[in-house]
């Protein structure tokens, strides 16, 4: 991405709503040109808050944001050439479809021939060209989230910002979803900024995520980089499954460790965030790295399994290990040898994918 040219920059940035606690804290952000990026994280992170200020419904407290170099943080939201998809639709009942999509061209006083062109484009854009005559309360939710996406679509706006557009539909539609809206980004090559709540339609989705708790942000990368090398516990624990271990650091060598749990087994790992000797820390390693080995060895874990559970495309293996929460393996579904409830199993987790958080 830095080879692009930066589209959008935060310098500074802080929020507060009465004047004592940050809602966002110092953001330096650079949305690039082109790319599909999410700001990803739980309620009250300061995501939502962050793409409100981009688009203009929210000012900052201090610092500044600016489109293609040019300083935009006093500059209405009308005047800013974007496009708003919001969860709940937010599109007018008593309009048709065109008519809810053309509203955008209407309020920027497109002469009408040209409106009906652009609509058509639209409607085209999402598959529903049939639909223009229909009223929202005729769609389904996945064809009002269309239609709200055509409308931030219709006039060519620089930018598209999604807050949870998503969130309100069910499981099967909400994927068939994600995958549309990649595969319309990657024809359009607008710029869209995503906020979601949830992990996984970040992962699908995404060039980049930003992973944003108490107002700040946590890491932000490209989605492998961020599932397979989190920069804190923070991020591990929220980007994807992890099965966690608390242990303790008696040595380290570079940005490698070795660690003793509690029941006196040792094992080598990651560095992360520079542990010391004698400095409590958390082993992460992410559910698939873990493997069930023959016997005992270098980062094995003797633990008792508890349950095997069908997830469809994987199994799970749930295990006890003493002093810890239980720990869960994901296994392929055609797995040769499968432990039994009550069995004692031994798991290996390879060095390179056990991170050590302090």
Do not use: W
Not at 102 to 123: I, S
Not at 149 to 157: E, K, S, T
Not at 290 to 314: C, K, V, W
Request: net charge neutral; charged share 20%.
């Amino acid at each position: 991405m830095s080879d692009k040219k930066a589209l959008v920059s935060f310098t500074g940035v802080e929020k507060t709503y009465d004047g004592k606690n940050l809602v966002v804290r110092d953001l330096n952000l650079q949305i690039q040109q082109g790319e599909f990026i999410s700001l990803l994280g739980p309620s009250g992170s300061g995501k939502t808050t962050t793409l409100m200020m981009l688009a203009g419904f929210e000012s900052p407290t201090a610092g500044e944001i600016s489109l293609a170099g040019v300083p935009i943080t006093r500059t209405p939201p009308h005047k800013r050439n974007f496009g708003m998809v919001f969860q709940d639709y937010a599109l007018f009942p008593h309009m048709t479809v065109a008519d809810n999509i053309a509203y955008p061209l209407t309020v920027r006083k497109v002469p009408a021939g040209e409106q009906q062109a652009k609509v058509a484009r639209a409607l085209d854009m999402v598959q529903l060209g049939a639909m223009g005559n229909r009223y929202p309360a005729q769609l389904s939710g996945g064809q009002r989230q269309r239609v709200a996406l055509a409308r931030a679509l219709v006039f060519d706006p620089q930018l598209v910002l999604m807050d949870e557009p998503l969130g309100a539909l069910d499981k099967q539609l909400r994927e068939h979803m994600q995958i549309e809206l990649k595969e319309l980004h990657r024809r359009l090559g607008v710029t869209f900024v995503y906020v979601t709540h949830d992990q996984s339609e970040a992962l699908t989705m995404s060039d980049r995520v930003a992973v944003f708790n108490d107002g700040i942000i946590q890491q932000i990368d490209v989605v492998e980089t961020l599932y397979e090398t989190p920069v804190n516990r923070f991020v591990a624990s929220f980007v994807g499954d992890s099965t966690v271990l608390d242990a303790k650091v008696f040595q380290t060598q570079g940005n490698q460790c070795n660690v003793v749990l509690p029941n006196g087994v040792q094992l080598h790992g990651v560095n992360v965030n520079r542990a010391q000797i004698g400095d409590t820390v958390q082993c992460g390693v992410r559910p698939e790295r873990l493997q069930l080995a023959q016997s005992a060895g270098p980062n094995t874990i003797e633990a008792r399994m508890i349950d095997l559970i069908y997830f469809g495309d994987h199994l799970r293996v749930r295990c006890e290990v003493a002093g810890q929460e239980a720990a869960t393996i994901k296994m392929p579904l055609e797995h040769a040898a499968l432990p039994h409830p009550g069995q004692t199993i031994h798991v290996y987790a390879p060095p390179e994918h056990l991170r050590v958080y302090r």
